[in-house]
């Protein structure tokens, strides 16, 4: 089957590593010959780390990443709300880990023994039982099928589904950014108010990825950057690492949601953002990505043509999607409860609500 992945992300390299593994010989291409520079950091939940486990890179994740054990939960002053034993809740399913996004994208890419060809796909001429691809180059391939993987803005997706929703701002604008770790943070720790929220998780013995975010009106989002200060936004223990942003590599962005009603049309199938994109509430871009790999490559494998592939992929993946949209929904929601009520709800149902979110996750694929 002549295959052609557009996106050399987590999902592109990912969807490449499971195809290859299954006896695949895909094509890859990608806009960017590199890591490309968002990201900063990534927590990898059991669950995601159980997915690269999949792709055979478990030992080199685990030699790159730092351990998780506990989630902490604080209010906006640093009082501690309600901590998670994650070790224990994904013993059966892999460990968490927190690395860096260029570190995991390396592994992946290392991970697999082809060229990542430089360019980007033009035009989708979806015939009969093949693609006709342009690239951006002049030329011109045929393909039995294309996998979108290339990422919140997807130009497969536009040429594919010109008419689908588009990602849509849900509120909130970050800054993410990996500093020296001086609060000497050793768990996954998060102060929470109203309108903000300031992560902090340690990716090594000395390096910190924090990650703040702040509720703005759209209309308002122009008025910051990825140079403000974020020093006057937060108070509490956390604070002193947002004075080493100056000197940071700050990667500013809006967070968005995409939710599709479909995600494959004729040979064009889309995975990871460029087909359920959402924010980080939940921490599982990645591991959605790499799962979609695992689960496409599966489909591809054992069903008895293309159409059925895609639609069981579909059917495998969209729920488990949609329930992450939810849980991230649902997050955002509690956390901008009032003060007080936001609190007790941590501080009595921290436990339960983190075990309702991500118990369906640990399930099997
Ligand atoms: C603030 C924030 C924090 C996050 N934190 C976490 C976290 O802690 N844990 C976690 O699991 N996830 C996290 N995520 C999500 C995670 O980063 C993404 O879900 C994941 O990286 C998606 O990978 P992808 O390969 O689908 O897309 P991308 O990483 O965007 O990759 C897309 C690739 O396609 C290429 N491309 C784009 N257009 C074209 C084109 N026209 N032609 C050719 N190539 C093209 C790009 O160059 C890029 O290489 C976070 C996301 C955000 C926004």
């Not at 998670?84 to 927190?98: H, M």
């Not at 015939?127 to 002049?138: K, V």
């Not at 997050?331 to 979110?357: C, Q, T, W």
Request: overall charge positive; proline content about 5%; hydrophobic content about 40%.
């Amino acid at each position: 089957m002549r295959i052609l992945i557009v996106g050399a992300g987590i999902a592109g390299l990912a969807t490449h590593r499971a195809l290859s593994l299954r006896g695949f010989k895909p094509t890859i291409v990608d806009r960017h010959p590199g890591p490309g520079e968002g990201g900063a950091g990534l927590f990898l939940p059991g669950n995601s780390v159980r997915a690269v486990e999949q792709l055979g890179l478990l030992d080199a994740l685990l030699k790159h990443s730092h351990p998780i054990a506990r989630q902490r939960i604080c209010d906006e002053n640093g009082r501690l709300l309600s901590e998670i034993d994650t070790a224990e809740f994904w013993s059966a399913v892999g460990p968490c880990r927190a690395t860096r996004r260029s570190t995991l994208w390396q592994l992946l890419r290392e991970g697999i023994d082809t060229e990542l060809i430089t360019t980007s796909v033009e035009a989708i001429d979806d015939r009969d039982d093949h693609c006709r691809i342009r690239f951006d180059d002049g030329e011109i391939e045929d393909y039995d099928l294309v996998i979108g993987a290339d990422g919140v803005g997807s130009s497969v997706r536009r040429l594919t589904f010109p008419d689908c929703r588009q990602p849509e701002y849900v509120g909130n604008i970050c800054w993410r950014f990996i500093v020296h770790n001086v609060a000497g943070v050793a768990d996954w720790t998060v102060m929470l108010g109203r309108d903000r929220s300031l992560l902090c998780k340690p990716i090594s013995l000395s390096e910190l990825y924090v990650y703040a975010d702040l509720a703005v009106p759209k209309h308002e989002v122009s008025r910051y950057s990825a140079a403000r200060r974020l020093e006057p936004l937060f108070a509490g223990p956390l604070r002193p690492v947002l004075t080493l942003a100056a000197s940071a590599n700050v990667h500013f962005a809006e967070l968005v949601r995409l939710r599709l009603d479909r995600w494959y049309r004729g040979c064009v199938v889309l995975v990871g953002d460029a087909a359920h994109a959402g924010p980080p509430s939940m921490a599982q871009g990645a591991g959605l990505a790499v799962e979609d790999a695992l689960v496409l490559a599966d489909e591809l494998a054992a069903s008895p043509s293309l159409t059925v592939a895609l639609a069981r992929f579909e059917a495998r993946r969209k729920p488990r999607a949609d329930w992450v949209h939810r849980q991230n929904a649902s997050r955002d929601k509690a956390r901008r409860l009032p003060r007080i009520v936001r609190n007790a709800l941590f501080r009595f149902g921290g436990e339960m609500l983190y075990r309702h979110s991500y118990g369906p996750l640990a399930g099997p694929l």
